[in-house]
């Protein structure tokens, strides 16, 4: 029953290194998201997905990239870590329905030093 | 543009007693609204969500919320708060458009106090 699984739990980066968190889903959902939660900033969205193929920016895309090549994964890739970019990062997914919520992963937090 | 505003970003409660949780929203067009629950170093769970079939949704763990159209909120309560209820709290909104996207709130962080 593993749902939305990302991996590494906990990263530290130098300023400069690139890095890709992994986000992978079970539940054949179509939608995929990434967000970032900073604190008392609630989530905010990076990136998302509509399926294999199709990305789009959200809300604070600077400074990341996105792949969407099956429908169970979906990558997010720092090229250039800046201190900015210190935060919990969480992945999502949803079925297509406007009714249907999100079910997120346990996040991945990194810092940037 | 529709967008989510949760009053009181810390709120504390004594275990037994009521607890309320404020959300007010934003929509230009009939809302999907969402109360979703956080726990130390875990991902966000759903608590419940309104879709327009009633306005009173009951959902997880005792938790209830009313959307009140006249008054744009959709505020979420509990009638007896329980030391396990001690998390983070996040209202959210469907953003139309593509991708259905959600916008959250800032989160009310709960506080059980015995």
């Known amino acids: 029953n593993a749902g939305v699984t990302q991996t590494p739990k906990f990263r530290i980066l130098k300023i400069g290194q690139s890095m890709t968190l992994q986000c992978t889903q079970d539940?054949?959902?179509?939608?995929m998201y990434w967000y970032r939660q900073d604190p008392g900033m609630g989530l905010k969205l990076i990136y998302y997905?509509?399926?294999?193929?199709?990305?789009d920016k959200g809300e604070v895309p600077n400074g990341y990239n996105v792949s969407r090549s099956t429908t169970e994964d979906f990558p997010l890739r720092l090229e250039l870590a800046a201190p900015s970019q210190t935060s919990v990062y969480f992945c999502?997914?949803?079925?297509?329905?406007?009714?249907?919520?999100?079910?997120f992963g346990d996040g991945t937090r990194l810092s940037i030093l | 543009a529709q967008s989510v505003t949760q009053l009181g970003s810390h709120v504390s409660v004594s275990e037994g007693a009521l607890v309320l949780l404020r959300c007010n929203y934003s929509?230009?067009?009939?809302?999907?609204l969402f109360w979703y629950v956080q726990y130390p170093n875990q991902g966000l769970q759903l608590l419940l969500k309104?879709?327009?079939?009633?306005?009173l949704v009951k959902g997880i763990n005792g938790f209830e919320a009313e959307f009140k159209k006249s008054e744009t909120s959709f505020h979420l309560t509990k009638p007896s708060a329980h030391m396990s209820d001690a998390a983070e709290y996040f209202c959210a909104v469907r953003i139309t458009g593509g991708g259905n996207k959600l916008t959250f709130g800032t989160g009310t962080q709960l506080k059980v106090e015995l």
């Open positions: 999502a997914s949803s079925h297509g329905e406007l009714n249907q919520p999100q079910h």
């Open positions: 539940m054949n959902h179509n939608y």
């Open positions: 309104y879709t327009s079939a009633a306005t």
């Open positions: 997905s509509v399926g294999a193929g199709i990305t």
């Open positions: 929509s230009s067009v009939p809302p999907y």
